[in-house]
């Protein structure tokens, strides 16, 4: 399968501890996304990398959420010191930025946090 | 960005056709008009995007009337799988390309 992968699929932590999840993007795709998704509602934009270089971040993005793509490729995204209201679906999604622009991203199956 | 509004859920049933209107009255000149589709525990799939007039590919069509200021995504002969959210979006081609998401049609195909 040459599509975008996450992992975990589904991670239960308690309220305070550090969590890391993976993304590994369609290889040819120089921009990955981060997004998150509660219940009932459509994903929000939380950061993207083109190649290496993090070039926007959210408001949403607190300082206990940090995101790196080390070399271009697989991207983490952490959160430190969990908190109840982290509990959502972490959605990865990546794309090939070719000058032109295009709203068509692929998007991976997610990774479904939930803090107790 | 231009605020979209689309009608929270539809029913059909299957082998109709089904069209979702998504009004963006403030949309501007730039502005690209997309639609998503998104099945439970899964991730958002792009459908379709357009700019003005028609497009067609091989899942759905896209109306965009001249002003520009509402779209309909047509879905031909629905299937029970095509039981998901829909995504009406629109901005610009901003450095980025981040998607903005609202609420979404929850379209619930019947048999």
């Known amino acids: 399968d040459t599509g975008v992968s996450q992992d975990p699929r589904h991670k239960i932590t308690k309220r305070g501890q550090n969590v890391t999840f993976r993304c590994d993007p369609i290889?040819?795709?120089?921009?990955l996304y981060w997004y998150r998704q509660t219940l009932g509602q459509g994903p929000e934009f939380l950061t993207y990398f083109q190649n290496e270089a993090q070039l926007e971040k959210s408001r949403l993005l607190s300082d206990r959420f940090s995101a790196e793509r080390p070399k271009g490729s697989f991207s983490t995204l952490e959160i430190q010191r969990t908190e109840q209201g982290d509990s959502a679906m972490y959605l990865c999604?990546?794309?090939?930025?070719?000058?032109?622009?295009?709203?068509?991203?692929?998007f991976g199956p997610g990774t479904r946090l939930t803090v107790t | 960005l231009a605020k979209t509004t689309q009608p929270i859920s539809m029913d059909s049933y299957e082998g109709q056709e089904v069209n979702i209107t998504c009004s963006h009255n403030?949309?501007?000149?730039?502005?690209?008009i997309t639609w998503y589709q998104q099945f439970p525990s899964q991730g958002p799939r792009f459908i379709i995007q357009?700019?003005?007039t028609k497009v067609t590919n091989e899942v759905a069509s896209l109306f965009i009337p001249a002003d520009r200021k509402s779209s309909t995504l047509s879905l031909p002969r629905v299937s029970l799988s095509d039981t998901a959210v829909y995504y009406c979006?629109?901005?610009?081609?901003?450095?980025?390309?981040?998607?903005?998401f609202g609420g979404g049609t929850r379209l619930m195909v019947k048999p």
């Open positions: 357009g700019y003005k």
């Open positions: 290889s040819e795709h120089n921009r």
């Open positions: 403030n949309i501007a000149t730039n502005d690209y």
């Open positions: 999604a990546s794309s090939l930025e070719s000058g032109r622009g295009s709203y068509e991203q692929y």
């Open positions: 979006l629109v901005g610009a081609n901003n450095a980025g390309n981040m998607l903005t």
